[in-house]
């Protein structure tokens, strides 16, 4: 089955910079990338998704790329803001299974 | 809220006991899933459901049951055989098509062992 490796574990940055978050993936099948952020004791909720025919999506201050060859894809978040501060998740999905990453914990510090 | 609705928010469990967490869509999605959560290991699949009365081991499915007998509704039932069960649960559904379609998520159901 599919494997999805996140990194890093866990994100400092300060109020205003900016964080990257990388994810590789190794079914050559997925071709549906979400990304999304949990608050502590919160459900999961989407924040960008990307197809596997689209390299780059942009929202705001949120921005997601994409290399198929490679396998790995990537979130980033520009002027970072305190309630940025939560959990993210990665995701590959193909035919409706949806294999995740294990979490990245970004604090923003004011 | 997304149209997904888990109960109980917090569930106690004691020894050798079944417990049935309950998850209820009214967003028309065909499939739905069963994740469950603990601390740094993201979330791994239990069971999912891409057809009423049709259901699918996931990674953990070892000590969990469940039922799809509408569309609406995929119960998860925790059994004493699953030893571990101290974890946050998370329901999620998604359409069905000739694609992959976005995943929503339930709120979660917190179970804890008495």
């Known amino acids: 089955g599919e494997n999805v490796e996140q990194h890093p574990s866990t994100l400092s940055v300060q109020e205003g910079d900016s964080a990257v978050i990388k994810c590789t993936y190794s079914?050559?099948?997925?071709?549906?990338f979400p990304w999304y952020k949990q608050e502590l004791g919160k459900r999961p909720q989407l924040i960008i998704d990307?197809?596997?025919?689209?390299g780059e999506k942009k929202d705001q201050r949120i921005a997601v790329t994409l290399n198929k060859t490679a396998k790995h894809f990537s979130l980033h978040i520009t002027e970072t803001q305190p309630e940025d501060s939560a959990v993210y998740f990665c995701a590959a999905s193909s035919w409706n299974q949806f294999y995740f990453g294990t979490g990245t914990s970004l604090t923003v510090i004011p | 809220d997304g149209g997904i609705t888990q109960s109980p928010k917090y569930l106690f469990r004691k020894e050798g006991q079944n417990v049935t967490l309950s998850c209820e869509q009214n967003l028309n999605h065909d499939a739905m899933y069963w994740y469950r959560q603990d601390p740094g290991q993201g979330l791994r699949l239990i069971y999912y459901s891409q057809i009423v009365n049709d259901f699918q081991k996931g990674d953990i499915a070892e000590g969990y049951s469940v039922s799809r007998e509408k569309k609406e509704s995929f119960p998860l039932t925790v059994t004493s055989a699953q030893k571990n069960p101290t974890a946050f649960y998370l329901c999620a559904s998604s359409l069905q098509g000739g694609r992959v379609e976005k995943l929503f998520f339930g709120s979660g159901t917190q179970l804890s062992v008495l």
């Open positions: 079914d050559s099948a997925s071709n549906y």
């Open positions: 990307i197809r596997s025919n689209v």
